[in-house]
């Protein structure tokens, strides 16, 4: 179980300091999936950074199993079971796909490596021994990223947008993965999207706004919500325009 208790996170910015998060309090129980959704600079990837560790709080505590990691550093979070798939992926020129996957997987894990690069849409053959470099578009990255996340046996798995960038093909893969993921382990999901399929996903959804906790529901309630929209922009829906799984909204 992952409890956030009124955490609040100030930031430097170009006018000063920024509150980016305004006591937040969520308690995310193992073997659930949870969607955090909201306007753009609400304070969603905010609070994944939280938890992660990339951003420390101004105050409040993040307990995991009970044990305060307030003010661990992102590696020891990493070795107690939390993951992070960032929204724009690095690159890790000289090292190949298959030995980043290996490492991610570790000793204790044994995984299929081809396996995991199918979930993500990906094919072992053509990926294994490349090396991460300038050749791999950002949807390729975002995809191995995303494997690397899936190697391991975690606690808690956060995708920061996982669609982004993502074939129609390869999201439908990756949901499906996510499902066989929380079927299979005790990981607790979180996932930051707009995306209607993902929100079909959640145990619960999250809503974030002003960097606060708007409301939390269920995924039948935010999906009827969407669906009673007066509007022809469906931004949050799969949108298969250019092939891809989203689409921009020019309103």
């Known amino acids: 179980m992952l409890q956030l208790i009124n955490v609040s996170v100030t930031l430097e910015g170009d006018r000063g300091k920024v509150q980016v998060l305004k006591e937040i309090s969520l308690t995310l129980e193992n073997k659930k999936i949870y969607v955090i959704t909201g306007p753009n600079g609400g304070g969603k990837s905010s609070i994944a950074k939280a938890i992660m560790g990339i951003y420390q709080p101004a105050a409040g505590q993040i307990l995991l199993d009970g044990a305060d990691i307030t003010h661990m550093e992102i590696h020891e979070r990493a070795r107690l ?28 894990n044994p995984t299929d490596i081809c396996d995991l690069l199918y979930d993500v849409g990906l094919c072992a053959q053509d990926y294994l021994d490349r090396e991460i470099n300038a050749s791999f578009s950002g949807g390729e990255l975002k995809r191995i ?107």
């Open 145 to 251: 990223e995303i494997a690397s996340i899936l190697a391991r046996n975690l606690k808690v798995a956060i995708f920061d947008e996982p669609e982004a960038g993502i074939d129609l093909w390869s999201f439908q893969k990756l949901t499906e993965t996510i499902e066989n993921l929380n079927e299979k382990y005790d990981t607790t999901i979180v996932l930051i999207s707009h995306q209607e399929r993902i929100l079909q996903l959640a145990d619960q959804v999250i809503l974030v706004a002003n960097g606060r906790i708007s409301e939390i529901t269920s995924r039948e309630k935010i999906l009827e919500d969407i669906e009673s929209l007066d509007t022809d922009c469906r931004c949050r829906k799969n949108c298969s325009r250019g092939g891809r799984a989203v689409a921009e909204c020019n309103r």
């Open 81 to 108: 079971g939390i993951g992070y798939a960032f929204q724009q992926p690095s690159r890790f020129k000289g090292i190949k796909v298959r030995d980043l996957l290996s490492w991610a997987a570790g000793t204790d």
